[in-house]
Each structure stands twice: as structure tokens, then as C-alpha cells.
């Protein structure tokens, strides 16, 4: 079975400094995917950033990028030049290649950004 | 991105009444669409896959007689919670994609928020 762990439940962070959301799973598969998802107060889910297993590259989406280390299966999000609208939670989760619908998520960590 | 649109947003019945909640892919035909729970503060759970034009399959603990999915069309699945009680109050999302478009992702819907009274 998949799972996927967030240890922080709650970051805060300054505006405009950086902060990294930590992200770690297990899994057997070989073909997979990982994303991050914000979701504000509204409840919205919101793709942040995705990250296919096969790549080796990080993803990165503007201010958004990742540390992918497959072998350590860690994947954290970092944020950079933070803004108040990043305020929300933060989840990691995981699908099993081919499907990308069928998702596990973590725990969720609770970012605040700080004026 | 595309757009799935999920209604009610917020519903508030009666215990022992059956709701509807309808998602709907607005810009894409939604072969495979998925239903999530919330708790407060909690993450989102997988409650069902349901892809069109067959039977929804359901997660390990979640009650196929009391959460009907149907999923007739590309564009529309609808979730009925059954003879709702309390315990039934949650947030339920849905996501939706189309199988058919290669590293396509699946997009959320807006949510809807249960009260059961």
C-alpha cells in the first residue's frame, strides 16, 4: 500500500523569505506520480506543481519547485519570495502512474505567511 | 485549466433524507471522475473511482448502499448519500479527467459542504 507522511502540521514563514514543506512515501510502484496541492480557506484544490517519477529533473512552476530524491522517496515543496495569497494547506499526494486521478494524500501542513 | 463544476456548495437536510450532489466536467469529458471526503482539518480520503457507463468501485470502508455514485455520461457523476445522519456531515469533493488524454492531470471541483440535522 501507498502512504504518503507530512511531518510538519503547521509552517510559518515571513513574506518574501523562502520555505520548504517537507514530503516523504512509500511505495513499491516504479511509475508514479507526485504533486502538491494548495488549498485556501475557499477549499478549492489547486495544482501547484507535479513531478513524474521517471524524470530525474526537479519541477518547478515560478516560484514553486521541488526537491525530488526518489531513492530517499522524499518530495518537498519549496516556496520562494513567499506571498500572503500562498497562505493555505499544503498537501502532498501521490497516484500510481497512469491513473493521476486516483490520489493519496498526506496530512496536509498549514502554512502561514506573515506580513 | 479545465474547469469541473460541483453543486450544491453547501446543503443542509434532515436526518433520514437522501442529498444529491452532482460534478460536473464543463470542458472535457471526464471518463474517470473521483469522490473524496474532509473532515475538519483533516485530508482529503478517496471514497470512489467511477468511470462512465460502469459501476463505481469503492474504497475499502465506504458504503456502496449508502454513497450511490452514477456516472452515466462524460460530463456528469452524481454522489447520493442515503438516508443521511450526522456522522454523514463532511466536506466531499469531486476531481475528474479524461483517461483518454496522455499526462493529463485531474481537476477538483469546488466541494460541498453536508449538514446533516
Known amino acids: 500500500a501507498q502512504t504518503v507522511t507530512q511531518s510538519q502540521p503547521e509552517m510559518s514563514v515571513q513574506e518574501a523569505e523562502t520555505v520548504t514543506l517537507s514530503c516523504t512515501y512509500d511505495?513499491?510502484?516504479?511509475?508514479?506520480?507526485l504533486f502538491w496541492y494548495k488549498q485556501p480557506p475557499s477549499r478549492q484544490m489547486i495544482l501547484v506543481i507535479r513531478?513524474?517519477?521517471?524524470?530525474?529533473q526537479n519541477a518547478t512552476e515560478n516560484r514553486f519547485s521541488v526537491n525530488f530524491q526518489k531513492a530517499a522517496k522524499s518530495f518537498s515543496l519549496k516556496i520562494s519570495d513567499s506571498q500572503l495569497g500562498d497562505t493555505a494547506m499544503y498537501f502532498c499526494?501521490?497516484?500510481?502512474?497512469?491513473?493521476?486521478?486516483?490520489?493519496?494524500f498526506g496530512k496536509g501542513t498549514k502554512l502561514s505567511v506573515k506580513p | 485549466g479545465a474547469v469541473v463544476s460541483q453543486h450544491p456548495s453547501r446543503v443542509i437536510c434532515k436526518s433520514g433524507t437522501s442529498v444529491k450532489i452532482e460534478c460536473r466536467s464543463l470542458?472535457?469529458?471526464?471518463?474517470?471522475m473521483f469522490w473524496y471526503r474532509q473532515f475538519p482539518k483533516q485530508s482529503l480520503m478517496l471514497m470512489a473511482t467511477?468511470?462512465?457507463?460502469?459501476?463505481?468501485?469503492?474504497e475499502q470502508g465506504v458504503e456502496k448502499d449508502k454513497f450511490l455514485i452514477n456516472h452515466a455520461s462524460l460530463t456528469l457523476s452524481t454522489l447520493t448519500v442515503t438516508s443521511a445522519h450526522p456522522e454523514d456531515s463532511s466536506f466531499y469533493i469531486c476531481?475528474?479527467?479524461?483517461?483518454?488524454?496522455?499526462?493529463?492531470?485531474?481537476?477538483f471541483g469546488q466541494g460541498t459542504r453536508l449538514t446533516v440535522v
Open positions: 470542458d472535457f469529458q471526464a471518463t474517470t
Open positions: 511505495t513499491s510502484e516504479s511509475n508514479y506520480y
Open positions: 476531481s475528474a479527467r479524461d483517461n483518454r488524454v496522455m499526462n493529463t492531470e485531474a481537476f
Open positions: 467511477s468511470n462512465e457507463g460502469s459501476k463505481a468501485t469503492y
Open positions: 499526494a501521490f497516484s500510481i502512474g497512469g491513473s493521476q486521478g486516483n490520489l493519496i
Open positions: 513531478q513524474e517519477a521517471y524524470k530525474q
